[in-house]
C-alpha cells in the first residue's frame, strides 16, 4: 500500500494525482483534521505529528510514504527518514523540478503555509539549481482555513487571494509554485488572480509523477504493492463539511474513519 498524509484534506489532491496517474495501487491516507493547520505551527511540533502520521500508516500496511504536505516536507521529512525503514517522498523537489523546466526568465514566485516559507526550503532549492533565479515568496495563512472550511468560492476568498498575490504579481514573476497542497483546490481563482502568462506549478501532480516514475525505476519494490484498487482514508477529526470537500477534491465518493495516532511514536 502506499501511505500518505497530511495535515488535512490538502494531501487529497496528491491521492487525486496519483490515483489517475497510477490507477489501481492500494492506498492508505491520514488526514490530520483534528489538529491542523501545521503551517502555524512549531518545526518540533510538525515533526512529532509527522512521526506519529507515519507510525500509523505503516501499522496499517503502507510500504512507502508519501509526505502529502510541504509543511511537513519543509521541516520533517529528515526526521521521518531517520526513524522508519520505508521509502519517504516529500513533496518540495518535484515541485521545484517541474517549477526550473517551466520558468523561461527565471522569476519565480512561491505561496505557501508560514512555515514553509519561515523554512526557506523552496528559496535553497532553486538557487542550488539556478543561481540566476530570482524567488519571491509570500506566506498565506488564511488558505489553509479557508480551503479545510470549504470556502471555495466565496467573494472573500477571491480577495484573500488577489491580496496574498499582489507583491509577487509586481515582480512580474513568469512561475508560481503552490506550496502547499491544499492551493491546487484554489487553482482556478489563484490563476486568474495572477494572470494567464505565469505558469502554474502544482505539487500534487508532481508528486505523483515522482513517485511513479520510482516505481518504475524499482520494480522489484513495485511488486510489492498491492494493485487491487483499494483505498482507506483515516481523518483524525469529522465533519460533514470535510465529508463533503473530500468527495469533491478526490472525484469521487468516500469513506472517511476515524483514527487517533495521538500517543503513537
Ligand atoms: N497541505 C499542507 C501543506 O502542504 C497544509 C499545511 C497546514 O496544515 O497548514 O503545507
Redesign the pocket.
Known amino acids: 500500500m502506499i501511505g500518505i498524509f497530511?495535515?488535512?484534506i490538502?494531501?487529497l489532491t496528491v491521492v487525486r494525482g496519483i490515483m489517475d496517474a497510477m490507477p489501481g495501487y492500494d492506498l492508505v491516507y491520514f488526514g490530520d483534521t483534528a489538529r491542523?493547520?501545521?503551517?502555524?505551527k512549531s518545526s518540533r511540533t510538525v515533526i512529532e505529528y509527522c512521526l506519529q502520521n507515519t507510525e500509523f500508516l505503516v501499522k496499517n500496511g503502507a510500504k512507502m510514504i508519501v509526505m502529502a504536505?510541504?509543511?511537513a516536507s519543509s521541516v520533517a521529512t529528515d526526521a521521518v527518514r531517520d526513524s522508519f525503514d520505508v521509502p519517504v517522498f516529500e513533496v518540495v523537489t518535484p515541485a521545484v523540478e517541474r517549477c526550473l523546466a517551466a520558468t523561461k526568465k527565471g522569476v519565480i514566485g512561491v505561496i505557501?503555509?508560514r512555515a514553509?516559507i519561515a523554512s526557506g526550503i523552496y528559496e535553497k532549492q532553486i538557487m542550488e539549481k539556478n543561481p540566476q533565479a530570482k524567488v519571491y515568496c509570500a506566506p498565506c495563512p488564511l488558505l489553509?482555513p479557508l480551503v479545510e472550511e470549504g470556502w471555495l468560492k466565496k467573494p472573500e476568498t477571491n480577495m484573500i487571494v488577489k491580496k496574498y498575490l499582489h507583491p509577487l504579481k509586481v515582480r512580474q514573476i513568469d512561475t508560481l509554485i503552490l506550496g502547499?497542497?491544499?492551493y491546487p483546490i484554489l487553482k482556478n481563482i489563484i490563476a486568474r488572480k495572477i494572470g494567464k502568462r505565469v505558469a502554474i506549478i502544482d505539487s500534487s501532480t508532481a508528486m505523483a509523477e515522482r513517485v511513479k516514475a520510482f516505481l518504475t525505476e524499482n520494480p522489484d519494490f513495485d511488486e510489492k504493492l498491492a494493485k487491487t484498487a483499494a483505498a482507506r482514508f483515516f481523518v483524525s477529526d469529522i465533519t460533514p463539511q470535510f465529508r463533503k470537500t473530500a468527495k469533491w477534491i478526490v472525484g469521487r465518493p468516500i469513506d472517511l474513519e476515524p483514527a487517533n495516532t495521538e500517543g503513537l511514536s
Open positions: 497530511d495535515s488535512g490538502g494531501g491542523t493547520p501545521y503551517g502555524t504536505c510541504n509543511t505557501g503555509t514553509t489553509v502547499c497542497t491544499h
